[in-house]
């Protein structure tokens, strides 16, 4: 009794195929690179360069070191503050 393999269909060639060419796409995409959403002008959060009570760049979650935001333009100072503010989280 010689058992052979049943051939290969149609359907399975193609599925083998179409499964081959996703999985080279997928290995040979390059990869995705992050985009920096636009910063917004000062003048558009109503940035001030002197606090606003509590409110200063230097305690704020978006605030960069040394007189940087990461949602402004611009370089800012510490004291500033702007609408914008989110204080940074107390642990």
Known sequence: MNARPAPLCRRALLQYAIGAAGGVAICCAPP???VAAPKISKKAVAYQDHPDGEKQCVKCAQFQPPDACKMVEGPISP?????IFVPVPQS
């Open 32 to 34: 995705i690179s992050a």
């Open 79 to 83: 004291q500033g503050s702007c609408r």
